[in-house]
């Protein structure tokens, strides 16, 4: 079982950009599907995007082309780039992790969360 410790996010302007960390404590880094989850006040978790443990990415539809998700399986870190930031952003972006051999934008498939890290865009 892994441990997940969120960082980097801040308040920015709109149009800038941010780099969120994810850092996992544990064995077998590289063996886990790696997913970042967002939630807006009022709002339900939303998927974000996932990468496998050797580097296939999903994104949701709304996020292609602005987010990257990363790993760095020798730093048992991911990150996800964040361009062009606007004010629909903000939110808590979470980080989520299972031993999967497949890659999900489902939230119950992860059993494993970090607290979160607020990013707020002001506009």
């Known amino acids: 079982q892994v441990e997940l410790v969120e960082s980097g996010g801040g308040l920015v302007q709109a149009g800038e950009s941010l780099r969120l960390s994810c850092a996992a404590s544990g064995r077998a880094f590289s063996t886990y599907a790696m997913a970042w989850f967002r939630q807006a006040p009022g709002t339900e978790r939303e998927f974000v995007a996932a990468i496998s443990g050797n580097g296939i990415t999903k994104y949701a539809d709304s996020m292609k082309g602005r987010f990257t998700i990363s790993r760095d399986n020798a730093e048992n870190t991911v990150y996800l780039q964040m361009n062009n930031l606007n004010s629909e952003d903000t939110a808590v972006y979470y980080c989520?992790?299972?031993?999967?051999?497949?890659?999900?934008?489902?939230?119950?498939?992860?059993?494993?969360w970090g607290r979160g890290t607020q990013v707020t865009v002001s506009s």
């Open positions: 989520a992790s299972r031993r999967l051999p497949f890659l999900t934008a489902t939230i119950s498939w992860y059993d494993t």
